[in-house]
């Protein structure tokens, strides 16, 4: 089943961090903990496409490795709880759409409505302004209200219809 996704952008300006919530950057040691937090996240949701474990794996891969554009570690952020990582934010630069983009914004079912994907996508975009960067992109699946309500409070709008055709592969 081909899910419908809306390419949407933001103007980056400097934001409040929400919540108490601690994190930090992400390093690459955290590969298998952002691995097991997707196939986490996704399973079950409308972004679910029956991927395994291994398939999570290789697509954190294939963000460090730059297949998504050049990924920036120092506007990509997590959250710790206890052994497992509850939430990511995972940035990379998007030629297609001249901007950062990103890759993954991923919450644990459990650490869910706790204001963790909100604090870390503000912690993002304030990396990026202090970068240089003057906009965020990001991809979202039509139906996913969570997220696209998230994202609508933050100031995301829809891409124009000529830049969102040339990102039908994102």
């Known amino acids: 089943m081909t899910r419908r996704r809306t390419p949407m952008e933001a103007a980056l300006v400097r934001r409040a961090i929400s919540g108490s919530s601690v994190s930090r950057v992400v390093a690459p040691s955290d590969r298998e903990a952002l691995a097991i937090l997707l196939f986490a996240a996704y399973r079950g949701t409308i972004d679910d496409e029956g991927d395994s474990f291994a398939d999570a794996l290789v697509e954190i891969e294939k963000t460090f490795r730059g297949d998504y554009g050049r990924f920036l570690p120092e506007c990509s952020f997590v959250v710790e709880d206890d052994e497992f ?3 990511a934010c995972l940035v990379t630069f998007f030629e297609p759409h001249a901007a950062p983009l990103v890759v993954f914004l991923m919450t644990r079912p459990e650490a869910k409505r706790r204001g963790l994907a909100r604090h870390l ?3 993002s ?3 990026l302004l202090d970068a240089g960067y003057e906009r ?10 969570p997220a696209q309500s998230l994202y609508r409070s933050l100031g995301f709008t829809p891409i124009e219809v000529a830049l969102a055709r040339s990102n039908d592969s994102a």
């Not at 965020?136 to 209200?145: I, S």
Request: net charge negative; glycine share 6%.
């Open 121 to 123: 996508l503000e912690r």
């Open 85 to 87: 990582l509850a939430s």
């Open 136 to 145: 965020l992109t990001l991809v979202v699946t039509d139906g996913n209200e």
């Open 125 to 127: 975009m304030n990396a």
